[in-house]
């Protein structure tokens, strides 16, 4: 079974920063498509942000382009999602899922991944 595992959710101020880990150690990450992902309750799973296998291309949804940045640590095998200018609409629970297809970073984020992770809670309040 494939466990991917975040990490650093938290409570935060608005305006506030927190940066997610994603890590597994039963595979690396970097032969892989990986996709953030929220979910609210009430609301539908949302994309986030997403970075290709293929070329390493990034997307971004408009909601939280310009405050969040994807990236990958190879020598740690995790990828981060590091996000800033927080807003309380950013609250949700984020999941980082992997994808096996090689598609594009948009696409990762529009159809969803593999496999993926438990979740972590991310509260954004005053």
């Known amino acids: 079974q494939v466990q991917l595992v975040e990490s650093g959710g938290g409570l935060v101020q608005p305006g506030g920063s927190l940066r997610l880990s994603c890590a597994t150690s039963?595979?690396?990450?970097?032969?892989?498509?990986i996709g953030w992902f929220r979910q609210a309750p009430g609301n539908e799973r949302e994309g986030v942000s997403c970075i290709s296998l293929s070329d390493g291309s990034t997307y971004y949804a408009d909601s939280v382009k310009g405050r969040f940045t994807i990236s990958r640590d190879s020598a740690k095998n995790t990828v981060y999602l590091e996000m800033n200018s927080l807003k309380t609409e950013d609250t949700a629970t984020y999941y980082c899922?992997?994808?096996?297809?090689?598609?594009?970073?948009?696409?990762?984020?529009?159809?969803?991944?593999?496999?993926y992770g438990q979740g972590t809670q991310v509260n954004v309040s005053s």
């Open positions: 899922a992997a994808d096996l297809s090689g598609t594009t970073a948009q696409h990762i984020c529009a159809l969803g991944g593999d496999y």
């Open positions: 039963q595979f690396t990450l970097d032969y892989y498509g």
